[in-house]
Every structure is written in C-alpha cells, then in structure tokens.
C-alpha cells in the first residue's frame, strides 16, 4: 500500500470517533421489548403469529411499490435544483473519478504539475503525485512532532486545510478528542509543500479551554474543521465547526496565523446550520470556494463514518457534499431556492450512487482544465469500513452560477 495506512493508528485516535455518528447515546437492546416467543408457545398462538407474519409481509412490499410509485424521481428533481431533503437523488450523479489512494477529509493542492495532499495522520500525513487518479507516493509529514497546541490530538491532528499564498505554504489543523468541544486550531507555515521544513505556530483559535474560549461564539461552537479563503482583495478568513452550532468564519489577520482579540475586529460570521427541517443531521467539513462571479459554502451533510450496521446504510443519512452560494465571502450563503445556509439551505451536489457510498469531507482546487470537486467516499464493493475510504473526484461544470458534477 502507498499511502500510509490507517488501519496502523489507533482507531480512537481518529476524527470520526465524533459523538454525533457513534451512535452509542442509543442502548438498543434496552429500548427492545423482551421476547415472549420461545419456551412452551401453543400452536394456535403459532398460527396466529404466522398469519400476522404473512400480512405484515404483504403490507411492506405494498407500500413498497406505493412508495416508489410517489417519490419524486431524479431526473426532474435534478433539473429542477430541487432534491428531496431525506432521500439522496440516487442516480443523478455522474460516477466519482476512484482511486485506491486512502484518505480522510483530504486537502489537496496543486504546485507547478504535482498535486500534494495532507490528511489526517500522525502529525498529519503528505502525499504526493503526477495527477489526481494517482500513483500517489507518501513523502512524510508536516509536523516533526507533536502539536504545539496541549490539548486533544496533538499526535494526529484532524481535517487540515493548506494553501499557498505568495511562496508560503500554510497548513491550518485541528487538535480535538472524540465528543469533545475543548478543540483548537492551529497553524504550521512552510516555503516548500513537502515536509521538512515547516513551523508550528501553534493556536489561533480555542473552545472549550484556553485564551479566547469564553468569548461568543467560541463559547457554544467547535473550532475543527479549519478552512482558509484569501479573499482578491488581501483579506483572509477561517471557517470553521461542526456539530456544535454549525459553521462559523473570522477574520485572520494580515500574518495569517493570528486573529485579533477583538470580537468587532474578527467580526465573527455564521454561514450554516444544522435545523429540524434537515433533521438535526450533523453538518461538517465547510469550504469556501470562488468561482467568478459567486463564492460556494460547501459542507458534507449527514453520518461520516459509522456503518457496521447495514440499516444505516439504507437510511438515507450518509455523507453527501451540499452547495450554496453568496457574492460575498462573508455570506450569506444560499441555495437555489434563496434558502440561507444558516436556515438549513443547500443543495446536494454529489452523493452516493452505484458503488460510491456517502462522499464527503470535500475541498474544491482548479487546475488548468476546470475546477475539481474532491472528496473522500466508501466503495461498497470493497468495505463498508471507514479506514477504507479513497479520493475521488469529479470536474465542475456551472451552470447559471450553480456547480453540478460532471
Ligand atoms: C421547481 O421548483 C419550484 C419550487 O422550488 C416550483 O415552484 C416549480 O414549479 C418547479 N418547477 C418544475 C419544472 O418542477
Ligand atoms: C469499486 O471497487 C471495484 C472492485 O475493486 C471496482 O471495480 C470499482 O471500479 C470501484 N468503484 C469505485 C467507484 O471506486
Ligand atoms: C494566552 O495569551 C497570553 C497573552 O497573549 C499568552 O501569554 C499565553 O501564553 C496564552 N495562553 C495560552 C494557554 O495560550
Ligand atoms: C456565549 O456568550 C454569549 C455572549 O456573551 C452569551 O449570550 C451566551 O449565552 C454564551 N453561551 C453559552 C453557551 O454560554
């Protein structure tokens, strides 16, 4: 295997051992009513359990096809922008560009003609190759040790985020545990993309504990999932959070490794939010793009990584990559139907179809043909198992200003 493999780490280690997919708040054999079947039942009583058993059978492949016969289907929804919140358009998409290449919440750049990618890792993971579809080589890491930063994951922080600006490489990450909030982000600069020569500059942003944590809304969100825009006119800003109260973005200040202690001057924005109307599922993994004249919030919708038991794999609540768009970089950001992020807006652009299950954790980079939609996804023809999921990617087309994958 060439990329460094997962299946090394401890498990536990690992950002997707978040509360929100666990799934472990729910003790089912507790909410399970006991068995009464079993020891000394008489036949009529086995009778009567035979024919409810044949009636309920009956009564499920109806509504099966009644089911079938409603719901919206893909094509129409597609061209009209419109998806059905619950129920992935499952054949709309275009089949994901796969690769074998292992990876988790990728960030990848292209410099000159090679394309690097960092990833969650021990003190965070780069790889390298010629072209998206790969051979992708492991080069080494980012950090030399541990996360100046003492708290969470410091040995392998979470969902990196680089780019370059001018000749310095900046690589923001998170330092997290497991269902906590107590989080911060974090920022290493190099001027060269692979590893060797980078400085850990440690915290810019806490919650939870430490310097700045107390102050709104840092008090109520989670600062993982780092993503910087460098904005055309020289302003910078970091979007960030999960779970807790959604997204969020500050201003960074011109370093681009600090921001003011000043609430008015880092002008704390909210670009997106979980709501009832999606049904409380977690949003995650924000990115901000720019492809002129629009800026796009993307975000992965839904369960990340939990699917050892099949019913969560027909639910309908997998990962998918949602939309929504803004003419300012400081939103609002909204979907087609002028639904804000904030209110629950987006619009799917990529989910699961044929053998491409639950794509997220996505990042947008242009090379010189188009911009590229990347992600990692699970193929179920290979494992259901999160230590599994690979990089694919699609090219973007837009039309009317709307990303569709292609
Ligand atoms: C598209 O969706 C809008 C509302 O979201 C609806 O008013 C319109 O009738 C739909 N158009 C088609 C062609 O289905
Ligand atoms: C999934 O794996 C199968 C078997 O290796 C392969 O044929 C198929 O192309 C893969 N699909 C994707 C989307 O990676
Ligand atoms: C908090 O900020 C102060 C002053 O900027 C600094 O001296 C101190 O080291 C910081 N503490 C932590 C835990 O980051
Ligand atoms: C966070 O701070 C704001 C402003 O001071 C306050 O209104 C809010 O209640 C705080 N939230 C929590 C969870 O303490």
């Not at 921001?259 to 008015?264: L, T």
């Not at 794999?313 to 990559?321: D, M």
Request: proline share 7%; hydrophobic share 30%; with cysteine.
């Amino acid at each position: 295997m060439n990329a460094f493999s997962l299946q090394d780490m401890d498990e536990r280690l690992l950002p997707w051992h978040r509360p929100h997919w666990s799934g472990g708040d729910i003790d089912s054999n507790s909410s399970r009513p006991r068995s009464t079947i079993g020891k000394g039942i008489r036949p009529s009583a086995l009778r009567r359990y035979i024919k409810m058993a044949v009636l309920l059978v009956v009564f499920f492949f109806i509504s099966l096809a009644v089911s079938a016969a409603i719901s919206p289907r893909s094509n129409s929804t597609s061209n009209n922008g419109t998806q059905s919140e619950d129920t992935p358009p499952a054949t709309v998409f275009p089949p994901t560009h796969g690769t074998d290449f292992l990876i988790h919440d990728p960030s990848i750049i292209l410099v000159g003609k090679t394309f690097y990618s960092y990833s969650v890792g021990p003190h965070i993971a780069i790889n390298q190759a010629p072209s998206l579809d790969g051979p992708w080589t492991e080069l080494g890491t980012v950090l030399d040790a541990d996360s100046m930063i003492s708290k969470g994951d410091r040995t392998a922080p979470w969902a990196p985020n680089t780019l370059q600006i001018g000749t310095t490489f900046y690589c923001y990450y998170s330092v997290s545990n497991a269902g906590s909030r107590d989080s911060a982000i974090g920022v290493a600069t190099s001027d060269k993309p692979g590893p060797g020569g980078w400085t850990d500059h440690g915290p810019i942003l806490q919650s939870g504990t430490g310097n700045g944590s107390d102050v709104y809304p840092l008090n109520e969100s989670n600062t993982i999932d780092p993503s910087v825009l460098f904005d055309t006119d020289g302003s910078a800003y970091l979007s960030f959070g999960s779970f807790w109260s959604g997204i969020w973005q500050v201003r960074l200040e011109q370093d681009l490794v600090s921001i003011d202690e000043d609430p008015a001057v880092f002008d704390a924005q909210h670009l997106a939010a979980n709501t009832e109307s999606r049904r409380g599922q977690p949003i995650e993994g924000g990115f901000i793009s720019y492809h002129t004249p629009y800026y796009y919030l993307w975000y992965s919708w839904g369960t990340c990584c939990e699917f050892k038991d099949p019913a969560s794999r027909t639910s309908g609540k997998e990962y998918r990559i949602r939309v929504g768009r803004s003419n300012s970089a400081r939103g609002p950001f909204v979907d087609r139907q002028g639904k804000d992020m904030v209110d629950g807006g987006g619009d799917t652009v990529y989910g699961s179809n044929a053998d491409t299950f639950a794509p997220g954790g996505q990042g947008v980079l242009t090379d010189a043909e188009s911009d590229v939609l990347y992600y990692h996804y699970l193929n179920t023809s290979i494992s259901y198992e999160f230590g599994q999921a690979r990089l694919g990617y699609n090219r973007l087309d837009y039309v009317d200003g709307w990303p569709l994958a292609v």
